[in-house]
């Protein structure tokens, strides 16, 4: 199987219809496809082969997608990069996940020996394409799983980086999503989100459905006011922090969403009071979806009732869900099983049948099923911190932290916030000798090159201890300043 062979096939009667809009620019499905298809050939004629690895660094764009689907075509593996990241973090994605290419835009990355490249379509940016030398040194079951995609994070077990999807994954996980989406021909998608973070279950459904994706760029709100009303929108998929931003602002008409069908919002719990205000500025439920690379996306809450609000909704058909070890509340730990779970987890190597225990995914929240079948988020078993959609891994920035001079040891936690979710914070313990009058803006300021802004504490706590176990591992759930 391969995912662009699929959209392709399923898109064959919409040759003319327009696939993607960016500004003033627009591609049908057969340009669209055409341009991935000469691009996929230019790649392999440069020596590209099955089962290599191309990391992709560039803005949203039509661009992006073309170059995204012409490594599809050419049976290689897509490792989306945010241009988010800072340098330290991109060089970590490369050499972690091994890759043999880096296709990024002039402003994302410099490298005075990356090739000019183009990705074929008529107005399109200039790209840089650079080879690297991978060690290559994989597992035969690598090449035997089909490999689509690679999305580097932590995972699960906070040590292994790298999600692996197949083509086969992908294909059954967008099918699964659809199954509630129900996207067709006569859509037209309002996209906000990064899709170096959101493009397997979303993007490839949409053009596997010959919907029409409009892409607002960073002007938002502005941009995505425009296009919802100009390109008569039907689709929104966008996360809480841009709900509560256009609920809260005063010149947007309460009609904005009066074409709208679904609104779903990701990336990032909902809190209830942005449901709420949202529903009473533009009388539409908010429809929270509750993603995770290794599974899919296998709850949406449709259900339009206000009493529901909080809830990432039922489970999908092609899911099974489980909550076990339950508190008294019935609060327990969520594990999933169904189609389009994640291959494996690249680096260091773990293959999808070593993680999983008889089939389920422990997903490492904590959740309730209501009598009625809709699934509560309650907190994470894991330690990730959700800013503004945007996912943190403490351990990542405590590695950064520790690397100060000034720092002996530290701990980085999120502290709830009504407008991001959650902010990142940090207790650090200052080595021997260091004033006590250290300012610890200078400690954001070391930061700032080797994270991505987002990742960087915003507020940093000087303590004399962190709590350790009897192990001598740092106790996570401290908080206390």
């Known amino acids: 199987m391969n995912i662009f062979e699929t959209i392709k096939k399923e898109t064959a009667g919409y040759g003319d219809k327009t696939a993607v809009i960016e500004g003033n620019q627009s591609i049908s499905y057969r340009e669209l496809l055409d341009a991935s298809e000469s691009l996929a050939s230019r790649l392999k004629n440069n020596g590209i082969k099955p089962g290599d690895r191309i990391a992709l660094l560039c803005n949203d764009s039509i661009d992006y997608i073309i170059i995204s689907l012409a490594i599809l075509a050419a049976k290689v593996a897509v490792v989306p990069v945010s241009s988010s990241l800072s340098w330290d973090e991109t060089d970590s994605v490369l050499n972690r996940i091994d890759v043999n290419c880096l296709i990024f835009d002039k402003p994302s990355y410099t490298v005075a020996d990356a090739e000019p490249f183009y990705s074929g379509f008529n107005g399109g940016g200039e790209f840089f394409l650079l080879r690297r030398k991978a060690k290559g040194i994989l597992p035969e079951e690598y090449y035997a799983l089909n490999p689509a995609f690679i999305r580097f994070s932590s995972g699960t077990t906070g040590a292994s980086k790298g999600v692996l999807l197949s083509h086969e994954s992908i294909i059954e996980r967008t099918d699964a999503a659809d199954r509630a989406l129900c996207m067709t021909s006569e859509d037209v998608v309002i996209w906000v989100l990064s899709m170096s973070y959101h493009f397997v279950v979303t993007i ?46 005063g010149d947007i008409a309460p009609d904005l969403f009066s074409g709208v069908r679904i609104a779903v919002s990701t990336a990032m719990k909902l809190p209830q009071s942005t449901a709420g205000e949202f529903y009473n500025k533009f009388g539409l439920e908010l429809s929270e979806a509750y993603g995770i690379i290794e599974v899919g996306l296998p709850f949406i809450n449709l259900s339009d009732n206000p009493s529901k609000r909080g809830s990432a909704g039922k489970v999908l058909p092609d899911y099974a869900i489980k909550i076990e070890n339950l508190d008294k509340e019935g609060v327990g730990e969520l594990s999933i099983k169904g189609k389009g779970l994640f291959d494996a987890y690249f680096s260091p190597w773990k293959n999808r049948k070593s993680v999983l225990s008889d089939g389920w995914f422990n997903t490492g929240d904590l959740g309730r099923i209501d009598d009625d079948g809709f699934l509560y988020i309650f907190g994470r078993d894991k330690n990730v911190i959700n800013f503004a959609g945007m996912k943190i891994f403490p351990e990542d920035v405590e590695s950064v932290l520790n690397r100060h001079p000034a720092i002996k040891e530290s701990l980085v936690y999120g502290l709830p916030h009504p407008k991001y979710g959650e902010l990142p914070c940090a207790n650090v313990v200052f080595k021997e000798g260091t004033s006590p009058d250290f300012d610890t803006d200078e400690i ?38």
Do not use: M
Not at 458 to 467: A, D, G, S, Y
């Open 204 to 249: 490839l459904l949409f053009l596997r459905r010959a919907s029409t994706i409009v892409l607002c760029g960073n002007a938002f709100p502005e941009s995505f006011i425009e296009n919802i009303k100009n390109k008569k929108g039907t689709f929104t998929y966008a996360s809480p922090f841009h709900y509560h931003l256009l609920s809260n602002a």
């Open 444 to 481: 954001r300021r070391f930061c700032y090159p080797l994270l991505a802004s987002y990742k960087v504490p915003k507020e940093i706590n000087p303590v004399k201890t962190l709590e350790k176990t009897a192990s001598g591992k740092i106790k996570r759930w401290q908080t206390d300043k």
